[in-house]
């Protein structure tokens, strides 16, 4: 991805270059790192490997022992009668209990790990090259956004998974494995957070040119926090009316496949870009969400994200972009306090 | 033609394990098929639309039933493979050109099977009674 972004990149997007090593650094955080579970099942298989890890060290060691011993020892050999036992201990009876053991282990994780989530849900559709996010209340009021989730700590939330184009798969490594996307099906897939903190998902099938470039960001929340911002956004807070990027915004046709709550714009083809000024990152986990971040990708669009279903608008002047991404920053009433990071996430 | 005792070993006594194996394991995904296809279902209205998972209990005595049937045919398949391989009173490798090495042979080879078989069958039961549900 660095190599993309950052070398023999056209001009403008010279300071993604360093966006991208960001993220490429950030990988080796424990953002996105099965390794560092940060969620129930992460945590139980995580155990499962360590266990099955040292296990094979010691197998391995002791069958290394083995061949060692049965190469350079002197002497009368073992009788055959000696030698069928070994063989009937070591290479049958123990192998069969070991084997048992594990399937018994993993055989019991498997309801644990698939009961049913609690009430809240979160539909996720993928499509080249984002995430469609809805989060459903148990009353039926939808809160739309795109490529961020947030999450309860402690709670088992359900996600439905749909796709709408190719296959694509849900992973987010901190907290469990990865569930497919696939066209025509619902999947489920409980997540059960056990710290809060901001984590990194991604699409682990790949789903066309983009591919690589198709992340999300997951924060978790404490409950009470996620709560009351959950209903805050219930009734989607309105954008200023005033300014010139809302003018722009809507005459170059953005709300034809952008929704924004409280104007006109209200497509489907992209994502809703209503909480936009409150996610850390855009175009699905990729840049940083500040303003020179959005001009790039409003003017250059295909050229950061090959086969991406928005067009560049390479012929807004920098300014206009400019105002238009300022006025989807504009932090919302009710809003405030959020971290529309300048910095990096 | 495979489940039948037999004075002497042949191909079909050697494969009569592992056949049951097989047709244990059919059984066994079979019920389970077709109890979560009749118990499970659609639900249409709240709280929790959505598919509705059926609970394995009521498949469970198929499965100790199936699986009991099974482990006998093996062990007696064992017991007799055990009488063609001559009671463990030669040792291997049973490797000359005599039908009597060839009787022990198979023999042997069968007791083998059987033990893997009978392993094997018992680790298609267990998911039955440690998985609860068909989710
Ligand atoms: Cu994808």
Same mark, same amino acid.
């Given at each position: ?113 698939? !009961?049913? #989530? ?5 539909? =996720?559709? *993928?499509?080249?090259?984002?995430? @469609? +996010?809805?989060?459903? /209340? ?112 809507? !005459?170059? #046709? ?5 929704? =924004?709550? *409280?104007?006109?714009?209200?497509? @489907? +083809?992209?994502?809703? /870009? ?72 | ?135």
């Amino acid at each position: 991805m660095t190599i993309v972004l950052g070398f023999s990149a056209p001009r403008p997007l010279r300071g993604l270059g360093a966006a991208g090593l960001a993220l490429i650094l950030a990988g080796c955080s424990g953002r996105q790192s099965a390794l560092d579970p940060a969620g129930h099942e992460a945590r139980v298989v995580g155990d499962l490997f360590w266990w099955m890890l040292i296990a094979s060290v010691v197998i391995w060691a002791l069958v290394m022992a083995f061949s060692f011993y049965a190469s350079h020892r002197r002497g009368e050999p073992w009788s055959s009668r000696a030698a069928a036992r070994v063989i009937l201990i070591c290479g049958a009876i123990l192998p069969t209990l070991l084997l048992a053991i594990l399937l018994v282990f993993g055989l019991r994780l498997m309801p644990m790990l698939r !009961a049913p #989530g609690e009430e809240l849900r979160i539909a =996720v559709e *993928g499509q080249q090259f984002w995430w @469609r +996010v809805t989060y459903e /209340l148990p009353d039926g009021t939808r809160v739309s956004s795109a490529n961020e989730v947030r999450l309860p700590r402690g709670r088992r939330t359900e996600f439905v998974l749909t796709a709408q184009d190719v296959i694509h798969s849900f992973w987010v490594p901190p907290l469990a494995g990865k569930m497919d996307l696939i066209p025509g099906m619902t999947n489920r897939l409980v997540l059960e957070p056990e710290r809060t903190g901001r984590f990194r998902g991604a699409c682990a099938e790949f789903c066309g040119a983009s591919h690589a470039l198709m992340a999300l960001d997951i924060e978790v929340m404490e409950p009470d926090a996620f709560e009351a911002w959950l209903q805050s956004r219930r009734t989607p807070p309105a954008p200023p009316r005033t300014e010139d990027g809302a003018a722009l915004f809507l !005459a170059n #046709g953005c709300g034809a496949c952008h929704t =924004v709550a *409280g104007t006109e714009a209200a497509g @489907r +083809v992209g994502p809703d /870009l209503t909480l936009l000024s409150e996610r850390p990152s855009i175009a699905a986990g990729i840049l940083p969400n500040n303003t020179d971040n959005l001009v790039s990708f409003i003017r250059n669009t295909r050229d950061i994200k090959p086969g991406a279903r928005m067009p560049s608008f390479a012929m807004l002047s920098p300014e206009q972009a400019a105002s238009i991404a300022h006025w989807l920053l504009t932090p919302r009433s009710g809003t405030a306090g959020t971290r529309r990071a300048d910095a990096t996430p | 033609m495979v489940l039948r005792l037999r004075e002497r070993a042949d191909l079909w006594s050697l494969l009569m394990p592992p056949t049951i194996w097989a047709l244990h394991f059919l059984f066994c995904y079979l019920v389970a098929a077709v109890t979560c296809a009749r118990l499970g279902g659609v639900t249409l209205t709240k709280p929790n639309p959505g598919a509705s998972f059926a609970s394995l209990e009521s498949f469970q005595p198929w499965v100790i039933g199936g699986t009991a049937v099974a482990l006998a045919l093996i062990a007696i398949s064992a017991w007799q493979a055990w009488r063609h391989s001559g009671f463990g009173l030669e040792d291997p490798p049973h490797d000359a050109a005599t039908p009597e090495d060839r009787q022990r042979f198979l023999g042997y080879a069968t007791l083998l099977l059987s033990a893997l078989s009978f392993v094997s069958v018992i680790f298609i039961a267990l998911p039955a009674f440690l998985i609860l549900d068909c989710r």
